[in-house]
């Protein structure tokens, strides 16, 4: 995996200077009151600042005479060696964490920022509508696209809605025969390219069914051939990628519907119980 092999490339600076630092802790009961007061400083030290022999010891106000005796201690010819490899070990390893954490953590933001934008109320409460008026929910989806709809499936059948996904490309032909005008039909396809879920729910759309496609791409076909268009954020190879899953701009999506499937089930539950309140009081009143 390319995010594994990126953690190997990258790995060994980052443990030259953990290992430096675990070198300070297992020397600590040798060092004099003043050579522990510049091992926690360099504990400590996070900020990019100037470690010369002489600044160190104008900053913590001990001789420069000590911060020699303090790295030989550690198995260092003398301070300079200590210094020079404490900066050079420290910068690369917070360079490796700096290009992992923008590597992975500016993606997310990036597919966040665009799912945000994309969100449109409009269409998604009307797909919630069709889930919870239509007796049956098939969702199509292959690969990890089939994963998502799975975990969606799971989630929304404990609600008690009748919902199965089908992952496979000939149960997609197969469950054509299940298909009827009383169902609606999801198919997820983050590259929209993806044949056997856009022909079954092609075939879903003839037998009347309510046919929902999660994509990508926003195709004028996919607007006229389907009920709904739901997007997904765009990020260029992610169905490709091994860095983070392709399944995240998705989750986006499948949260944001289950929310509102909760929410209407609790309003139509909330309902439910005043009404029935309401006439069980009437009965007793008529009594």
Request: aromatic share 12%; proline share 1%.
């Amino acid at each position: 995996m390319e995010l594994i092999a990126y953690l190997k490339k990258h790995i060994t600076m980052t443990n030259k200077y953990e290992s430096i630092l675990t070198l300070i802790e297992s020397k600590i009961d040798e060092f004099t009151e003043i050579e522990k007061t510049i091992s926690d400083y360099f504990m400590n030290l996070t900020a990019d600042e100037d470690i010369s022999s002489k600044a160190v010891s104008q900053r913590l106000f001990v001789s420069e005479s000590a911060l020699t005796r303090f790295a030989k201690k550690l198995g260092f010819s003398g301070y300079r060696e200590f210094s020079y490899q404490f900066k050079n070990s420290k910068e690369k390893a917070f360079n490796d964490i700096k290009g992992f954490r923008y590597t992975v953590f500016d993606t997310y933001q990036e597919i966040l920022s665009k799912s945000y934008y994309l969100f449109d109320d409009r269409k998604l409460n009307k797909v919630v509508n069709a889930i919870l008026r239509k007796k049956r929910i098939f969702v199509y989806g292959m690969g990890s696209s089939g994963l998502l709809g799975q975990e969606f499936v799971e989630r929304i059948s404990r609600m008690g809605l009748d919902a199965e996904c089908i992952k496979d490309s000939h149960y997609l032909i197969l469950n054509h025969a299940r298909v009827t005008s009383d169902s609606i039909v999801i198919g997820i396809s983050y590259s929209g390219k993806t044949t056997e879920v856009i022909d079954a729910l092609i075939r879903a759309k003839k037998k009347k069914a309510y046919t929902v496609i999660m994509t990508s791409v926003d195709l004028e076909e996919f607007n006229k051939e389907f009920d709904q268009v739901l997007l997904m954020a765009l990020k260029k190879n992610l169905d490709f990628s091994n860095i983070i899953s392709p399944q995240f701009p998705g989750l986006i999506l499948t949260d944001i519907l289950y929310m509102k499937i909760l929410e209407k089930k609790s309003e139509t539950a909330n309902i439910f119980k005043k009404t029935t309140k309401d006439l069980l009081k009437k009965t007793r009143g008529e009594q």
